[in-house]
């Protein structure tokens, strides 16, 4: 833990991972696993993690990078945080994202833009850029991130991280800051596969408080992963739409490459389409952008965070709280999504989207038939520049255009370090069926 410490003060000011440190809070915890000692089945006893700052913990500050909940404490942990308590892990402190995990490149945090550590004038991706940066630069070997549309993949391709998005419900929101509730769920960024299997299992299972969360049996995904693992036979569907325009030649070579060595280890390469890609952009922010209306209300200024000095009456709390409170993105989707859901426009825009995600969902179960796993790249270029695309929304959200489709259907997403183009990393996507995650950690892992 205390070498943990060091790692983040030799580097953290360059990369800016973390928001808020844990160490005296951390130092303490470690000395009493010390003192306890270490039970066989606690994996993580006494190993410094990283925590996206949209996981609520109790008593630590959590922000969800947001001006609104700079001063938000709370009083209960994350049922992923509580299962990782169990085990005595030591929280090494929360990590920066864009706010309320709207972004994929942490510029729209409100405190602080994390840098890549491999190159200190580029984005770490989003929203989940803390956690993959801090991961990459050696400060923790693991950190908790939330993708919604792409926000631990996307984090992961860029910083040459792994990173796994489990199948929708496999893991429980409870107590994650809500962003698009059908969209949302936890997941690791680690350095190694095995770390991310031994991990995903650990947050994994059914809760009582989060109704979404699958009641299915956990498999424990590491101990499959040995010597014997093999991916030979293995039927793997490349999208055309994967490799088309918009991807990066140097970006394409690199996963054609990948492409070749499972080939060389034994699996069948297919090319197939899943026609509906070009819709999943629009029709992900009008789905995410309308539930991220609805979940947000809930920050009027009264029950918690920051309200708005000098008010006349009530109606001016929630105004100016929330005018306050918000960044521009935020206050972007927020309008976006009640527009999209107003009496008028409703069938026009949330009931389209949500017929094109059936569309999408459709093109998946098709492939899958035939199929052991989807891959392709995580995102269509390597980490960019900072401010080279934040005055472009529409620019930037093209970025999750290999992503959000995963989300849309509820399938587990991963990426893993592949190569590098332009001397930065590129990662590897891997879709599986739902709830196979256990395939696709079997073929990340012959790749390390
Ligand atoms: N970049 C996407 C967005 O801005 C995905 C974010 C996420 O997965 N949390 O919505």
Known sequence: TKAT???????????????????????KQAAEVDQQGIKADQLVAGIPLGVKDNIVTKDIKTTAASKILS?????????????????????????NLDEFAMGGSTENSAFQTTHNPWDLTRVPGGSSGGSAAAV???????????????????????????????TYGRVSRWGIIAFGSSLDQVGWLTRSVKDNAQLTSLISGHDDRDL???????PNFASQLNDDTNVKGLRIAVPKEYLGEGVDENVKEVIQAALKHYESL??????????????????????SSSEASSNLQRFDGIRYGVRAKDVE??????????SEGFGDEVKRRIMLGTFSLSAGFYDAYFIKASQIRTLIRQDFEKVFEDHDLVMGPAGPTVAYKIGSNITDPKAMYMNDVLTVPVNMAGLPGMSIPAGFADNMPVGLQIIGKPFDEQTMYNAAYTFE
């Open 71 to 95: 001063n938000f404490t709370p009083i209960y942990d994350a049922t992923v945080i509580e299962k990782l308590k169990a085990q005595n892990f030591i929280n090494a402190g929360k990590l």
């Open 313 to 322: 009456n009530l109606e001016d709390v929630y105004v100016r709280s929330r």
């Open 136 to 166: 990459a630069a050696g400060e923790v070997i693991a950190a908790l991130g939330t993708d919604t549309g792409g926000s631990i993949r996307l984090p992961a391709s860029y910083n040459g991280v792994v990173g796994m998005k489990p």
């Open 266 to 287: 034994g699996a069948i390469i297919d090319e197939v389409s899943l026609p509906n890609t070009k819709y999943g952009v629009a029709a992900y922010y009008i789905i």
């Open 212 to 218: 979404t969360s699958s009641t299915k049996e956990v």
């Open 5 to 27: 410490y060091e790692n983040i003060a030799a580097d953290d000011d360059d990369v800016k991972a973390f928001l808020t440190l844990n160490k005296d809070g951390a130092l």
